[in-house]
């Protein structure tokens, strides 16, 4: 896990609140807190109108924590323009489509929580990766791309700004080039056989014919990339599902042995839930809810404390559940009156990636996402750029944890977290931590947290902090399993 319990609860530090833009990065390129009380130059437009969003001129504007630095970075200045916590989650998002997809490409999915005061629980949006109709048929089968349609759902509900606007800035990374950070840097390392076999994978992440990939600090250029998000920003995100866009992603989909169709894209539609909720010590909770059941696991570790059964032995068993009792009033039933599933044991889930967002009205997104397998198929969607989200008919889910506290109105605390099966324990954790206004002790393992925490509340005057992982990701870590290789050799056309 990315922290542990001490006998007495977490290990204190001393609470800081920046006024500079953000904290140091490591040589590696590793986010510490990014915390704002300076203003950008610029203008955002709003929603429904012809009015612009002004830029915050001064004092606490919102708090970003996130795996990946310059993605954080594109939130960072959203929120200092005046948009708020939904308007830089879906900046970030698509941000990190372009600064890691290995993890979180156009052609992801993944699950969103968003709360602002004034909700009751707030509002879950799930978007997972999901199978095409074609995957018996398929050599590597792709996943469905749901993050746009994700995103784009969460914007709608929560967001403030136009929300073309929101894509511009990953559309500059791609065309213009974006650092390698050392996140991407070690996916990279982990499966760069597989990789650079492809011709075209191998042009976009390759650093040589010798087989060598991009290491950190190494420039990544993805013009075709910028060029599908130009027209998502310009057409809309539908461009991706029922347009030109869409058209041009099924057959590179289906060239690289993907094997969807425009009807796949068509039907594959993002959903508004309910989340789970409890509560505990006067706190009101929010969790993600199934099918994103990282939700449930971290729900059940955080109200265990250090004395529970483990989150991935509580998924295991309501996985094994027929489907009819895996659904969310299931769950929150289970929390609700106890009786819940213990025992057995996952298999190694797909990597994952998180972050969270507070706005300084206290509105907050968390947010994990997933390719079902370090980037994915391994493979591109033609010419636009999209690597690939493997298809989850081969490849477990992956566990997807966020949650958000608040109390009588107020924001206090949210947390996600990845780390494959051990993401929903190392969530709970640091959701305990950002409620209790401390920073997690960290300890080996693969869990890594991202948490934002104003224990007065926000809105409020009390100091808000946010906290992600300090380790470097150029240390050693477990090697992911590598893109699936085909059943047979794929036919190329002549």
């Not at 068509?266 to 309910?274: D, F, G, I, S, V």
């Not at 107020?410 to 051990?422: E, H, K, L, T, Y």
Request: with cysteine; glycine share 14%.
């Amino acid at each position: 896990m990315a922290a542990q319990f001490k006998k007495n609860g977490f290990v204190r530090s001393s609470s800081v609140r920046f006024s500079a833009s953000l904290s140091s990065l490591s040589r590696f390129g590793r986010a510490r807190t990014l915390v704002l009380g300076v203003a950008l130059a610029g203008t955002l437009t709003a929603c429904g109108g012809t009015h612009t969003i002004k830029p915050v001129t001064g004092g606490y504007v919102g708090t970003v924590a996130a795996d990946e630095p310059r993605a954080a970075v594109v939130a960072r200045d959203v929120l200092a323009r005046g948009g708020n916590a939904a308007d830089a989650a879906t900046a970030l998002g698509f941000a990190l489509s372009v600064t890691l997809p290995s993890r979180a490409s156009l052609g992801s999915g993944g699950a969103c929580l968003a709360w602002r005061p004034g909700d009751t629980a707030g509002q879950a949006f799930i978007f997972l990766p999901r199978a095409g109709t074609a995957d018996a048929k398929a050599d590597r089968p792709a996943a469905v791309p749901m993050l746009a349609r994700g995103l784009f759902l969460m914007h709608l509900h929560y967001g403030s700004v136009d929300f073309s606007q929101l894509i511009s800035p990953a559309r500059g990374l791609a065309a213009q080039g974006v650092p390698v950070s050392g996140l991407l840097a070690t996916d990279l390392n982990a499966v760069k056989a597989p990789l650079v076999a492809n011709d075209a994978v191998r042009a976009v992440f390759g650093n040589d014919d010798g087989g060598a990939v991009l290491g950190a600090n190494d420039v990544l250029l993805q013009p075709r990339l910028a060029g599908a998000l130009e027209r998502l920003r310009i057409a809309g995100v539908g461009d991706l599902y029922n347009g030109s866009l869409g058209q041009t992603f099924v057959e590179g989909a289906q060239a690289s042995g993907g094997g969807l169709t425009r009807a796949d894209l068509r039907a594959a539609l993002a959903e508004t839930q309910a989340p789970l909720t409890a509560r505990a010590d006067g706190v009101d909770l929010s969790f993600l809810p199934p099918p994103a059941d990282g939700g449930l696991g971290m729900a059940v570790a955080y109200l265990a404390g250090a004395r529970g059964a483990r989150a991935d032995q509580v998924v295991a068993a309501w996985r094994a559940r027929p489907a009819a009792q895996q659904g969310g009033a299931q769950a929150q039933a289970m929390l609700e009156g106890g009786g819940l599933p213990t025992g057995g044991t996952l298999v190694p889930l797909p990597a994952s990636t998180s972050f969270v967002v507070t706005d300084r009205l206290g509105g907050t997104v968390s947010c994990a996402l997933s390719m079902n397998n370090l980037f994915g198929t391994g493979r591109i969607a033609g010419s636009t750029g999209i690597v690939l989200a493997a298809s989850p008919t081969r490849l477990p889910q992956p566990l997807l944890a966020a949650g958000i506290a608040h109390q009588g109105g107020q924001f206090r605390g949210a947390a996600a977290a990845s780390g494959q099966n051990v993401a929903a324990d190392t969530a709970a954790i640091a959701l305990h931590a950002a409620v209790a206004g401390v920073r997690p002790q960290v300890t080996q393992g693969l869990g890594r947290a991202n948490l934002v925490s104003c224990p007065q509340g926000l809105p409020g005057a009390g100091a808000c902090f946010g906290w992600t992982d300090p380790r470097d990701y150029a240390q050693p870590q477990t090697a992911a399993a590598p893109p699936p290789p085909p059943r047979h050799p794929v036919k190329r056309r002549k």
